[in-house]
């Protein structure tokens, strides 16, 4: 069968859109026939939140906590965290959506018979994040408000600024995404990869912490993961912290990251999908 082209046809966009919007009423459904998985959604993060809150308290001089203002410029570091667990729920979304739905479908045993129809495979890939991603906004401004609520949230920048940092960030997400997937395809098994890139991704990027407090070593490490620049910049500009660069530096480092991403992704994808076509082992379990 010959290989497909991975871009979108101009001839009849119309058709693309509806199979995306097909692909997210589909997985829109299966999601909410267990609506408990909107509540945990909400509350999971809550729950690794308030550890950190009450250490937080344990560690501050008269409340306010001098040691991580010595590395992020500011003494509120629930606010950071909260922040930095919202953006994470995104990620986690990317990675989930893209890696995991190419093992749902081989569990499943419809990989192959999908893969036949005349859609670009990347255009499933991205109609299996879409779903994700509007949960995951939901559930996010939720577990904002309850945090806030909980524990104080005190965002004093733009948010307009902040969500168009967001897109160039979770667009070289999408690109990374396509390459993930693709080696999820090699070797047939999803949820260590996800758990394993999700977990260092996050660690290393300063979802939790501020990257200056990593040792020397290991500082380089994360300086090196796009990402990191994502958390920082978003930071910067909703917490008004101390940022590793000054944020239009950072920004202009995402969209390279964007364009580096997304180009590389595709092309990984097409060659790791063609090896498994080739060999035989598409749908493989």
Do not use: C
Request: aromatic fraction near 12%; glycine fraction near 10%; charged fraction near 10%.
């Amino acid at each position: 069968m010959k290989n497909q082209d991975f871009i979108l046809p101009k001839r009849n966009p119309k058709t693309y859109f509806s199979v995306l919007f097909q692909i997210t009423r589909k997985d829109w459904k299966i999601y909410w026939r267990y609506p408990l998985n909107a509540v945990s959604s909400i509350f999971q993060p809550l729950i690794w939140l308030a550890p950190v809150f009450f250490l937080g308290k344990t560690f501050s001089h008269n409340g306010e906590a001098l040691g991580f203002a010595g590395f992020s410029g500011s003494t509120d570091y629930m606010s950071f965290m909260i922040l930095g667990a919202a953006i994470s729920n995104f990620i986690s979304a990317v990675f989930w959506g893209m890696g995991y739905a190419i093992k749902d479908d081989m569990n499943t045993g419809v990989l192959e018979s999908n893969w036949m129809t005349p859609i670009p495979r990347l255009l499933m890939l991205v109609g299996r994040t879409i779903n994700s991603l509007i949960i995951t906004t939901i559930t996010s401004l939720g577990m904002l408000i309850i945090a806030g609520l909980i524990f104080g949230f005190h965002p004093t920048g733009s948010v307009w600024k902040a969500l168009l940092t967001v897109v160039p960030m979770l667009l070289g997400l999408y690109g990374f995404g396509f390459g993930f997937a693709a080696v999820v395809m090699i070797v047939r098994e999803a949820n260590t990869m996800v758990d394993m890139g999700q977990f260092m991704v996050d660690l290393l990027s300063g979802s939790s912490f501020p990257v200056k407090a990593l040792p020397g070593w290991l500082l380089p490490v994360s300086l090196s993961i796009p990402l990191t620049y994502g958390y920082d910049a978003i930071r910067g500009i909703l917490l008004h912290n101390t940022t590793l660069m000054p944020v239009k530096t950072e920004i202009i480092l995402l969209l390279v990251f964007m364009v580096i991403m997304i180009a590389g992704g595709v092309q990984a994808f097409r060659a790791l999908e063609k090896k498994v076509r080739t060999r035989g082992t598409l749908g493989q379990y």
